[in-house]
């Protein structure tokens, strides 16, 4: 593992000095507030990636979601906001993510999320879910992503929905192939800004 990997914030204890930040937004006419730090990705906005899918994301009127990768949460906690008859679980390896991720609930007042730490779908193995939802750490490396796509049928109920943002340019093709390889189906939801959403469906 590089220096500049060990320091990413794809791990469990990142390196760098804790230095705090606010982020207001506006998501869905919806207003935000989240607490963010150095050693998480896009701390000082919500990155277009994660906007892409939490503005184009199918949320089913009730059940379970999963934020796979949830940083300090911006998409779960959407997801709990746009629909508060969900219950959201957010997962994510980094210690310092899991810690602002609570604190963003409390700030964005609410009550149907609980937050697990651990690797990909390893905190929440013993759940099924109705939606999952990544905006998965490409810049890491497509291991963790291959794995995010290929772990999710196991933890989905039946006709739920993966969906996933990615960089147009990096893995698209790939991706969609082994979306198609995993599902039997893909589709995109929806493209801009050099980003899509790609959604599929357990048959």
Same mark, same amino acid.
């Given at each position: 593992? /590089? ?12 390196? /760098? ?5 606010? $982020?207001?937004?506006?998501?869905? !006419?919806?207003?935000?507030? %989240? ?6 990705? /896009? &701390? ?9 899918? $939490? ?5 089913? +009127? +009730? @059940? ?6 949830? !940083? ?9 906001? %746009? ?11 980094? &210690? ?8 963003? $609930?409390?700030? =964005? ?20 879910? =109705? ?7 490409? /810049?890491?490396?497509? #291991? ?14 039946? #006709? ?11 893995? &698209? ?13 893909? +589709? ?5 800004? @050099?980003?899509?959403? %790609?959604?599929?469906? &357990?048959?």
């Amino acid at each position: 593992m /590089s220096k500049k990997t060990s320091n990413h914030y794809f791990v469990s204890n990142p390196k /760098s000095k804790i230095k705090l930040g606010t $982020i207001h937004t506006v998501l869905r !006419g919806r207003t935000f507030e %989240f607490l963010t730090s150095s050693g998480l990705f /896009s &701390k000082k906005r919500v990155d277009l990636g994660t906007r892409l899918l $939490i503005e184009s994301m199918i949320l089913p +009127e +009730e @059940g379970l979601i999963l934020d796979v990768g949830c !940083g300090y949460g911006a998409i779960g906690i959407a997801a709990a906001t %746009f629909n508060p008859n969900l219950s959201v679980v957010m997962v994510d390896v980094n &210690k310092r993510a899991i810690w602002l991720t609570k604190q963003n $609930i409390k700030r =964005n007042n609410l009550s149907n999320i609980e937050v697990r730490r651990g690797y990909l779908y390893e905190p929440a193995k013993d759940l099924n879910f =109705n939606c999952i939802l990544s905006n998965p750490p490409i /810049s890491v490396g497509m #291991k963790a992503v291959t794995a995010i796509i290929v772990g999710a049928p196991r933890h989905m109920a039946n #006709k739920a929905f993966f969906q996933m943002v990615v960089r147009s340019k990096i893995g &698209k093709k790939r991706l969609r192939t082994l979306l198609e390889k995993v599902f039997g189906n893909t +589709e995109i939801l929806t493209k801009k800004s @050099g980003y899509r959403v %790609f959604i599929s469906e &357990k048959q």
